[in-house]
């Protein structure tokens, strides 16, 4: 069993709607959580940072964590065509510092 | 404030050679981390260096090494390449002072290796 799933998708969405990205994971150790947006040929961009469990906003972005499930959860509000691109969830223990990487949800975003 | 930087963008080698990639991290970043992006794996960690030394390493054969210098940027060498090293090579800097794991990637390397 791989310690990060996500669904790889593709996800084709209208401009406008708003979009759910997750990721599983199945060490209880984890307690940093990212996400981080890659367009094509070019490196990961750090979109969210969250420790613990919760919910952090910024701007039409929301990232939530549900430990108990194991569960981590993208929202992206009012979707536009610039937010096609690739999304991978990230997370790390406490005290560790590699990162562990779901394979990426690949998201277009339909003018 | 300059990013990541990483150099060459594409290299090109053949079956057996060897490849060198380098990596200079943020202004102030001491921590330097490298993963291999091959296609439909995601993201794999290969290794960490700080202050000079190697701190972790991924799930890698030994001919995948490197080195942090004084400056705080990083070499990853890759010895007698295989077909399934092609991949981007991807490098990122994070700041031990900050209070979480925040990583920031650079552009990466893509090899290729025919």
């Known amino acids: 069993q791989k310690e990060v799933e996500q669904d790889p998708g593709p996800l084709s969405v209208p401009e406008g709607a708003i979009v759910s990205l997750n990721c599983t994971y199945s060490?209880?150790?984890?307690?940093?959580f990212m996400w981080y947006r890659q367009y094509s040929r070019k490196g990961p961009e750090l979109l969210m940072y969250?420790?613990?469990?919760g919910n952090k906003e910024d701007g039409r972005f929301t990232a939530q964590v549900d430990k108990s499930s194991k569960y981590i959860s993208l929202f992206i509000r009012d979707s536009q065509p610039s937010d096609s691109a690739t999304y991978l969830c990230?997370?790390?223990?406490?005290?560790?510092?590699?990162?562990?990487f779901g394979t990426g949800t690949r998201l277009t975003v339909i003018p | 404030e300059a990013g990541v930087t990483q150099s060459p963008t594409h290299l090109i080698k053949t079956r057996g050679q060897q490849a060198t990639l380098r990596c200079s991290p943020i202004?102030?970043?001491?921590?330097v981390y490298w993963y291999q992006q091959a296609l439909g794996l995601g993201l794999q960690f290969l290794l960490w260096?700080?202050?000079?030394?190697?701190?972790n390493r991924g799930n890698f054969p030994p001919r995948f090494s490197g080195r942090q210098f004084p400056n705080y940027s990083s070499e990853l060498n890759v010895n007698a390449l295989e077909l399934e090293d092609s991949a981007l090579y991807l490098c990122?800097?994070?700041?031990?002072?900050?209070?979480?794991?925040?990583?920031?990637f650079g552009p990466g390397t893509r090899l290729t290796v025919l």
């Open positions: 990122a800097s994070r700041s031990l002072a900050g209070v979480g794991n925040e990583q920031f």
């Open positions: 260096y700080d202050e000079g030394e190697e701190r």
């Open positions: 969250t420790y613990s469990s």
């Open positions: 990230a997370m790390s223990a406490t005290g560790a510092n590699n990162l562990f």
């Open positions: 060490n209880s150790a984890f307690q940093y």
């Open positions: 202004s102030g970043h001491t921590s």
